[in-house]
Nanobody, 121 residues
Framework: QVQLVESGGGLVQPGGSLRLSCAAS????????MGWYRQPPGKQRELVAT???????NYADSVKGRFTISRDNAKNTMYLQMNSLKPEDTAVYYC???????????????WGQGTQVTVSS
């Protein structure tokens, strides 16, 4: 029983900022990599950014210099600071975690339910 819950989405004007959070809870032994993905309307889901357990990061070219991914290992929480938002950033943003389940003692990928980000005037 693992739960990933995103929060912080909403409606923002172009050029504005939002900070997304992803809180992981339940039967977790250890979280390895985490990442943010997004699915714009009518498009496929795409990778936004990833972060390892020791803080190494990767970003999609479209968000480099504008978005910052981070995590607090003590809280099992990941964040995405989004600045200089553009209309094309509009999407449902999903949290993903590669972790070891403490009940099954198996590694697996888990997804949150998603949070809507809308960038519009």
């Amino acid at each position: 029983q693992v739960q990933l819950v995103e929060s912080g989405g909403g409606l923002v004007q172009p050029g504005g900022s939002l900070r997304l959070s992803c809180a992981a809870s339940g039967s977790i032994f250890r979280i390895n990599s985490m990442g943010w993905y997004r699915q714009p309307p009518g498009k496929q889901r795409e990778l936004v950014a990833t972060i390892t357990s020791v803080g190494s990061t990767n970003y999609a070219d479209s968000v480099k210099g504008r978005f910052t991914i981070s995590r607090d290992n003590a809280k099992n929480t990941m964040y995405l600071q989004m600045n200089s938002l553009k209309p094309e950033d509009t999407a449902v943003y999903y949290c993903n975690a590669d972790l070891i389940n403490s009940n099954t003692i198996r590694r697996g990928a888990y997804w949150g339910q998603g949070t809507q980000v809308t960038v519009s005037s």
